[in-house]
């Protein structure tokens, strides 16, 4: 039995066990393999079109009528400098030119669309259990929306000051999110994400801080990858946690082949915070491209448009099975993954939790 | 009882409790009242001349006979170099000029001792139980000395690959040192620390992965403060903790005002890794000189040479109630401390965290 049923109540769900929505590897089977396995399911609408959005939530529906988290972004939309996007394709010509690309082609868009009433009317016709942002939370009638349609409302904090902004904005739950998280900071306040980034707090130190500043449960992330790290989040008074690499290491990812093989060969001191794959900080294994053109750089155009320049050098080296330029999202526990289905892992560290908080 | 007595019988304590070493604000009277609660008390020696640390030593022997931690630097002593501290103080002249102080005027030195033989010997004359160091390991010749003098040995790792060095190297025991853990980063393999700095985990990935590579125990530092903190690092697979900032906020600790000060009011992301203070990566709570000179710079000399030029700005600064410019070490579990004596908190700490252990 858990010992704190928070999250269990608050969710309906078995295990305080989250899938981080990633976008890109996560899909509706993830989903589904998680919410089965009683943990918390999760689908990433950020980097969906509207048709595949609609055809994963009813792959899901088919298969499971269990919880399920959509998740969606919420950054201000960018504004165009196209200066600065010269710039940046200029500073990548040499790679184009040594991959053999035109280096003054077409480039594609970079889609992370934030939430707006199309996504919202999704939500209204889906009725998910949860919704979960990223990069703070929408504007209040959208979010009243999401809350009429009977979402539990979840958002990350990466401060103190976060979590206590999204309590007063109504959120049911707080994911604390420590510096160790793999994938994008979602950090919201304090003004430019490069500059916070210097100052967040890892888990250890981030979790209790948040627990003592707010009432609603906190959900411990970052670094969590084994049945150790749920343990020791509950005692750091987290009411659950999420885990977002461990899940990378399943076949449901999908993943470049090369992205697969850096997990298989990384190491606790192998990830970076970087801004270069999309123009916010994400913490992703070390590759060529983080280290010639960052990690963190003032040079890379707004968030989300960093992305698109560096597509087709990403495509052309994954297809020479090269992880040189594309981003290989990974959170410092990267080193404690196994390759296990997300059916498997989610059962098998609820289990070994259990086992260690029964006496 | 603690669950894990592997450190009790090691060091001959009571609670799994280490007082870090920090070279500036310990001295003998919060090593003997951390002592005497049970835990292990510390004295570091890198900033004491030959006549501070026996009088330290001294004090410490009258007033107890428990199991103290002695602390060195083993550091490469700098290769100085003329022109670089010549920018630098350039660099600094309009802040001296804006403080009144002589910009061409005499600046003490940097005084951190590295371990030698004249230091060696003290050890071989106090014959403490436990010799800890920190940047690796001194040479195998002095390391024996310190064996055969009868101390356990350890010292601080920030990855899995320095631990395993360590234990290669024949350590009792490794300090994994989170990313969150204030003052001075251990690190000694891997390169130019700014570098090694940007891939560092925090304490929730670091020390599983750590416990998971070595046979040796395991002690978890970085972001623990209070009793929920030792309890998850004991469910990571930690035997015990090494606690530093809680300390700083004990009538004991010999900092500024202003550093006090700085403390009291911190939050969790007050803090930032810096090395303009010493030469090397170090966290403390963000300040002007941080925010205007770094907070990590390739403009500064070597470690310990760093310290000398902005130590006058750092006095007079201080003097006049300001902690512009001097290192407000701490870590980023700083706002869980709170103002009680070295004693009372290790007391407090080891009861609560016992109270959760035992079921």
């Not at 698109?308 to 993954?337: C, H, I, M, N, R």
Request: hydrophobic share 45%; net charge neutral.
């Amino acid at each position: 039995m858990w010992p704190d049923r928070r999250l269990l109540d608050l969710f309906g769900i078995e295990h305080p066990i989250l899938q981080a929505p990633m976008a890109g590897p996560c899909y509706a089977d993830m989903a589904i393999a998680v919410a089965q396995a009683g943990g918390l399911g999760a689908l990433p609408m950020a980097t969906f079109s509207a048709d595949q959005a609609r055809g994963e939530w009813q792959i899901i529906r088919q298969q499971t009528d269990k919880p399920i988290n959509l998740n969606f972004f919420c950054h201000e939309p960018p504004v165009p400098d196209a200066a600065r996007e010269a710039a940046w394709r200029q500073r990548l010509r040499p790679y184009y030119l040594e991959l053999g690309i035109d280096p003054d082609g077409n480039i594609p868009g970079s889609n992370r669309t934030p939430f707006d009433d199309s996504l919202c009317r999704m939500v209204e016709e889906f009725r998910p259990a949860v919704v979960s942002f990223h990069f703070g939370l929408p504007e209040e009638p959208l979010l009243a929306r999401v809350r009429a349609a009977g979402a539990k409302i979840i958002s990350s904090a990466t401060s103190v000051a976060e979590a206590k902004w999204l309590e007063a904005h109504g959120v049911d739950a707080i994911i604390a999110q420590g510096a160790e998280a793999g994938g994008h900071r979602g950090m919201f306040l304090g003004g430019d994400p490069l500059d916070v980034a210097l100052t967040q707090a890892g888990t250890m130190a981030l979790v209790p801080q948040v627990v003592d500043a707010v009432k609603v449960p906190v959900i411990a992330a970052g670094g969590i990858a084994d049945s150790r790290g749920i343990v020791a989040s509950l005692a750091l008074g987290a009411a659950g946690v999420q885990i977002g690499t461990a899940y990378l290491f399943s076949p449901e990812a999908r993943i470049s082949k090369p992205h697969r093989a850096a997990l298989a060969a990384a190491s606790d001191n192998g990830t970076a915070l970087t801004n270069i794959f999309t123009g916010r900080p994400a913490r992703g294994l070390m590759n060529r491209a983080m280290r010639e053109l960052g990690p963190l750089s003032r040079a890379v155009p707004a968030f989300p448009l960093a992305g698109g320049a560096l597509a087709p050098l990403k495509s052309t080296a994954e297809a020479a099975g090269s992880g040189d330029f594309g981003s290989l999202w990974a959170g410092q526990a990267v080193g404690l993954g196994r390759p296990e289905s997300a059916g498997d892992i989610t059962r098998r560290l609820a289990a070994e939790a259990l086992s260690k908080l029964v006496h």
